[in-house]
């Protein structure tokens, strides 16, 4: 029987170290690692790479739309502009599970997508753009996941009003960053930077700000903050933010 056809972005992937102006469109590339190319200009239409390894690879000006990225792994990558003043974007994606790991997503566009138990690790995003459901809904049954952002800088970041409750942006520079009128209940910022972020009718119950720094932080702007967890030398710029003073 004659060989499987190997499919354009096997091909692609193939020759050149540089894969410019293509589209790929209902590839099915599973599983696979792919290291040290360049993608300038492509499409990925409906294309499935669970579980696929990229390490060390380039997306200039590259859009994805309806794509799956379960599981898969970027180590090393960089999704930016090579030159085109539009922003990476990622439409109606499925990254959930995946991992992002010292990679470069300043200015990417994060929309409609699944981003359940994905995970970013020293990241650069500043000004990305985050509108991506983090829970799985099973039926009518909702299963609470996470995105978690680790040691990543992203200032001017803007995140949907959306659930993202028991997510986790730890040791993170969050300056400038939109958070409002998101629900962040049980969310962990432990350790960031939040100087300037934006949590005007945010969900803050049970959230964790120890050790998160601040010049201060606009409480009475917050929805709701029950059970917020803030370090001791938390606590005077906390009650101030509502106007009240600590004596002594």
Partial sequence: MPGAVPSPFSIAVA????VDDLSFRQEDILGVEIR?????ACTFQDCDFEGSRFVACEFLDCRFASSKFREAKFIGCKFGSGGDSRPISWRFCDLSQALFEDCGLSNNLIDKGKAFETSFV?????????????HRHIGKQLL???VRFRDCRMQFA?????N???SVFESCDLRDVDFSRGNYTRVSFRGSVLHNADFTGATLDEADLSGATFD???LAEVFSFHGLVVGRDQQAAMLASIGIRVAG
């Fill in 15 to 18: 020759g050149e170290a540089r």
């Fill in 36 to 40: 040290d190319r360049r993608f300038t």
């Fill in 122 to 134: 020293r990241c650069a995003c500043l000004g990305l753009k985050f509108d991506a459901e983090v």
């Fill in 158 to 162: 803007a995140f949907a009003q959306a």
């Fill in 144 to 146: 609470v996941g996470s």
């Fill in 216 to 218: 201060s932080f606009p």
């Fill in 164 to 166: 993202y409750e028991a």
